[in-house]
C-alpha cells in the first residue's frame, strides 16, 4: 500500500501526559498537511509543511502542540499536557504541488487521540 | 480565503435513484472545490476536483459535480446511487488549507 500512514491508530491518555503521532506521507508528495476532525464535524486545519518547512500554523494549534517534518520526509505531531478537550481524530494528508499549484490532498486513516 | 456549506446533514435515497449532495461555496478569489467521501474506520477519500474548465467535472466511482458560479453551487451527482455509496461525504474548498463543510451522510436503501 503506497498511500498516507498514520500510527498509532488509535492512542488513550490520561490528562496531562504527552503523546506523538507520526505520519508517513506518499513518497514523491512534497507537501503535508495535518488536520483535526471532531464528531460531527469536518476536518480542521491545523498546520502545513512544504518539504521540511512549517508554512503555515492555524490558530487551533496552541503551545501544547507541535509539529515537525524533519526531512522532508516523514512528520510528527506532538500534543503536551493533553487535555480533554485535545480528544479527536487527527488526520494528515499529503499532496503533489508544483509551482503555485497544490494538487489534490490524500489523507491516511487518522489517529483517534482519547484523553481521559 | 474560501468556505464551503452543506445544507443537508443527511440524504437518503433508494438504490437506482438518482443522488445529488449539496454544496455551496463562498471565495475572495478563484474557487478551488473538491468532494471527498468518509467510510466507517477509514481516512477520507478523494473523489473530485473543480480548479478551472469545465463546469461538469467526473470523478471517481461514478460521481460528478456540477459548478454554478451564479448559483455558487458544487453539487455532487450520481445518477444511480448503489448501496455502497452509502458513507460520509464532505464539501472542501480552498487552496492548501481545505476548509470542509459539516458533511452529509447519505443512506442508499436497497
Known amino acids: ?116 | 480565503a474560501q468556505s464551503v456549506a452543506q445544507p443537508e446533514d443527511q440524504v437518503n435515497v433508494a438504490e437506482g435513484n438518482p443522488l445529488t449532495v449539496k454544496c455551496t461555496y463562498s471565495v475572495s478569489g478563484n474557487p478551488y472545490l473538491f468532494w471527498y467521501v468518509q467510510y466507517p474506520n477509514r481516512g477520507l477519500q478523494f473523489l473530485l476536483k473543480y480548479i478551472t474548465g469545465d463546469n461538469l467535472v467526473k470523478g471517481s466511482y461514478g460521481f460528478e459535480a456540477e459548478f454554478n458560479k451564479s448559483q455558487t453551487s458544487f453539487h455532487l451527482k450520481k445518477p444511480s446511487a448503489l448501496v455502497s455509496d452509502s458513507a460520509l461525504y464532505f464539501c472542501a474548498g480552498g487552496d492548501y488549507k481545505l476548509s470542509f463543510g459539516a458533511g452529509t451522510t447519505v443512506t442508499v436503501r436497497a
Not at chain 1, 506532538?78 to 504541488?97: F, K, N, P, V
Open chain 1, 1 to 116: 500500500d503506497t498511500g498516507v500512514s498514520q500510527d498509532p491508530r488509535h492512542k488513550i491518555t490520561k490528562r496531562g501526559q504527552n503523546v506523538t503521532f507520526r505520519c508517513d506521507p506518499i513518497s514523491e508528495h512534497n507537501r503535508l498537511y495535518w488536520y483535526r476532525q471532531t464528531l460531527g464535524q469536518g476536518p480542521e486545519f491545523l498546520t502545513y509543511f512544504q518539504n521540511e518547512a512549517q508554512l503555515e500554523k492555524s490558530r487551533l494549534l496552541s503551545d501544547r502542540f507541535s509539529a515537525e517534518r524533519p526531512k522532508g520526509s516523514f512528520s510528527t505531531l506532538e500534543i503536551q499536557r493533553t487535555e480533554q478537550g485535545d480528544s479527536a481524530m487527527y488526520l494528515c494528508a499529503s499532496s503533489l504541488g508544483l509551482g503555485g499549484l497544490f494538487g489534490e490532498q490524500f489523507f491516511g486513516p487518522g489517529t483517534r487521540l482519547t484523553v481521559l
